[in-house]
């Protein structure tokens, strides 16, 4: 069980409440009661001005949108799906849905990543999955919706301003919630094309937080420690790592808008110089940014010395951009030992390892195995399983045979913090959530205890001396700058740009990029050869990337027809196509 660790005792009334019997509200108020002058600011877009509230204030604010939750007929068990930037009318209706014991899903809002027709699709799309009561989005999403062809989507939503219309329900809001009871649900993927929704109890989310405060050194409710997060709220590591972690903690929380933090990086920093004793994670992209564009004058003006805890996750990490991100701030106080490496997932409510030693970034060579990254030599130490967790690594192609130390396989992990199964996906819980004798689990198991089985994550790793290293990914998924993407999002951009015209098939992959972190690359099969056709297509399909998934594509290949390995059944061997591209194989043509 957790044990609270630290230079104070706590005092029993202190701690964060038991993860066996305490839920989200009842640490709010857990937390207005013992911190009452601390509080959550959110910066407005520009990342000037701040609006602050206590813990008191925002206990009230959150169970004034549960009423008006309540007169907008939405109550205990429907979906509320929420699609709006980091404000307080998006703190508030998130708490007071979980108050109401509704489940709210945080889907990014529009422009956070490519454009209005992709982000519409994708909303549509949660819409007809989850099913949801009301959409809450501002009026920019609804004329989205209506203008590429989800008008049964608009027609749920409802603006901040209409929904602060509702006069709030009289009487008992609040649902008995459970700790075993769903407290909300996180999405698996922040770019468009399919998603599934991972369902989060309450007994989860107060685990997950506590056993980060043990390996960030956080004593709760005592001294002046600090979150610092720019993080989008429908990531995990922004929504559990940040917010859900400061309120569980009762730390005082300053909020950037992402597009605040992407467009002047130092904002970031600025904000952790301004506060002793900062926690704040980021993915390794975000170190690289402020290594490309933080100005020297305006490291001069720097803090860093206090900065607790630079967490670092959610991507391949770098240990370049570290040592990189080290040696630019050094003058103004930061140390390697701030670096924190950990490991999460949705799935696993957030933190699943992190590394205790806290001596920095530290690497391993990768050991010989057919499951390895040729492209990978040295991989970071991401830590030690957190808390009351347990990570095994499996035989890939013989899930539930455990491995030996030094033995790259997939990595399994059981215990507290794991979800409760993926929203009306039975299918998918299924093969994710298993047991090691018949491989096999109930396919939805909201009520049963997660302790026993064994989530199945999809990335590839080993254990050395009780450490985990990552080292790739076993699905095929493509991680780049802090965003999910499926390499078929990318493939069926590029046959659309073709409309058929001489292209056969494609096939997308990520590379390692250096300090850059991941970059995608797309291969095409041509049955043509003429150079200023295949440059027109070229541009063409770079172009509708750009506009679909608001990132450029690394590499874009051409090769004869025949050339991309394919399954006995006619599917594409992404792994070996990555494999021949990265060893020079490929005959490219111009």
């Not at 008191?56 to 008006?68: D, F, H, K, N």
């Not at 590499?555 to 394919?566: A, E, N, Y």
Request: charged share 20%; net charge neutral.
């Amino acid at each position: 069980m957790l044990r609270w660790r630290g230079p104070k005792t706590l005092a029993s009334d202190c701690r964060p409440l038991d993860y066996l019997t305490g839920t989200v509200p009842a640490a709010l108020a857990h937390t207005a009661r013992l911190a009452p002058e601390r509080g959550i600011a959110v910066f407005d877009r520009r990342g000037q001005s701040v609006e602050r509230h206590t813990y008191p204030e925002i206990l009230e604010l959150a169970q004034l949108a549960a009423a008006r939750l309540a007169t907008a007929g939405i109550g205990p068990g429907d979906r509320l799906l929420m699609c709006l930037p980091t404000s307080w009318d998006l703190l508030a209706a998130h708490l007071g849905a979980i108050i109401r014991g509704a489940y709210p899903v945080l889907v990014a809002p529009t422009g956070a990543l490519g454009g209005s027709e992709a982000h519409a699709h994708k909303v549509a799309g949660l819409v007809e999955l989850l099913g949801p009561k009301r959409l809450l989005c501002d009026a920019a999403t609804r004329k989205e919706l209506l203008d590429f062809g989800a008008p049964a989507a608009a027609a749920l939503s409802m603006t901040p301003d209409e929904f602060t219309a509702h006069a709030p329900a009289s009487g008992r809001i609040e649902h008995s919630a459970r700790p075993d009871d769903i407290a909300f649900m996180q999405l698996t993927s922040g770019s468009t094309g399919r998603q599934r929704a991972v369902m989060i109890r309450h007994s989860s989310v107060l685990h997950n937080t506590a056993a980060s405060g043990l390996f960030a050194d956080t004593v709760p409710f005592i001294g002046q420690d600090c979150v610092v997060c720019w993080l989008p709220l429908n990531h995990d590591m922004g929504l559990v790592g940040c917010f859900f972690f400061a309120i569980t903690h009762g730390l005082d929380l300053w909020l950037l808008r992402p597009d605040a933090f992407l467009a002047r990086p130092k904002l970031w920093l600025r904000t952790l110089s301004a506060h002793a004793n900062g926690l704040s994670p980021a993915p390794n992209f975000a170190y690289q940014l402020c290594v490309e564009r933080v100005e020297p004058a305006e490291v001069a003006e720097l803090s860093l010395s206090h900065w607790k805890a630079a967490l670092t996750g959610a991507e391949m990490i770098q240990p370049q951009t570290c040592s990189a991100f080290r040696d630019k701030f050094a003058a103004c106080g930061f140390r390697e030992p701030f670096f924190l490496p950990c490991y999460g997932m949705a799935e696993g409510t957030l933190a699943l390892a992190a590394d205790l030693k806290r001596t920095g970034v530290r690497t391993a060579p990768v050991p010989l195995s057919q499951t390895s990254d040729p492209a990978l030599n040295e991989v970071v130490c991401v830590g030690a399983p957190t808390s009351d967790m347990e990570i095994r690594i499996s035989n890939a192609g013989k899930p539930g045979e455990f491995l030996g130390d030094e033995q790259v396989g997939e990595i399994w992990v059981r215990g507290p913090s794991i979800f409760a199964g993926y929203y009306n996906d039975e299918a998918a819980t299924a093969d994710t959530l298993v047991g090691v004798r018949g491989m096999g689990v109930p396919p939805m198991i909201p009520s049963e205890s997660p302790a026993h089985h064994w989530l199945r994550t999809g990335d590839l790793g080993f254990l050395k001396n009780g450490e985990l290293y990552i080292t790739g990914r076993l699905k095929d998924l493509l991680i780049v700058h802090g965003h999910n993407l499926m390499p078929h999002e990318l493939e069926w951009i590029a046959e659309g740009a073709s409309g058929g015209g001489g292209m056969e098939r494609c096939g997308a992959f990520s590379v390692p990029g250096g300090a850059e972190g991941e970059r995608a690359v797309l291969v095409l099969e041509v049955s043509g050869t003429d150079g200023a056709q295949l440059a027109a297509l070229g541009h063409e399909i770079r172009v509708r990337v750009g506009k679909a998934l608001g990132m450029p594509l690394a590499d874009l290949v051409f090769v004869k027809r025949g050339h991309i390995p394919k399954t006995t059944s006619g599917k594409v061997q992404r792994g070996e196509l990555r494999r021949r591209y990265l060893e020079g194989r490929l005959q490219r043509l111009s």
